[in-house]
């Protein structure tokens, strides 16, 4: 049974940058479908990016140019690195694999 704790989240001001780590425990045979979602405050949880069927990644229109996934096969695991962050990204954000969720980390904007 795959499991996924991710790190990283944190307080940062606006136009900062973090880097979030997703570590997959168990046997991942492809990264194919792994992603990093998040849901802010009275809001739907939604698709932040996703790795598709050819290995490249299909990002949200809010955070393509700024955000940017990539992995480390040799660890099992996926990071996200965030920058130009702003404040509307304010969420927790949580890694999925195959129907399975992270316990998700907490990613604060504000200055």
């Known amino acids: 049974q795959v499991q996924l704790v991710e790190s990283g989240g944190g307080l940062v001001q606006p136009g900062g940058s973090l880097r979030l780590s997703c570590a997959a425990s168990?046997?991942?045979?492809?990264?194919?479908?792994m992603g990093w979602y998040r849901q802010a405050p009275g809001k739907a949880r939604e698709l932040v990016v996703l790795?598709?069927?050819?290995?490249?990644?299909n990002y949200a229109d809010s955070v393509k140019g700024r955000f940017t996934m990539s992995r480390d096969n040799a660890k099992n695991t996926v990071y996200l690195q965030m920058n130009y962050l702003k404040p509307e990204d304010t969420a927790v954000y949580y890694c999925?694999?195959?129907?399975?969720w992270g316990q998700g980390t907490q990613v604060t904007v504000s200055s």
């Open positions: 790795i598709n069927s050819g290995s490249g990644r």
């Open positions: 999925h694999y195959r129907g399975i």
């Open positions: 168990g046997t991942i045979f492809s990264f194919t479908g």
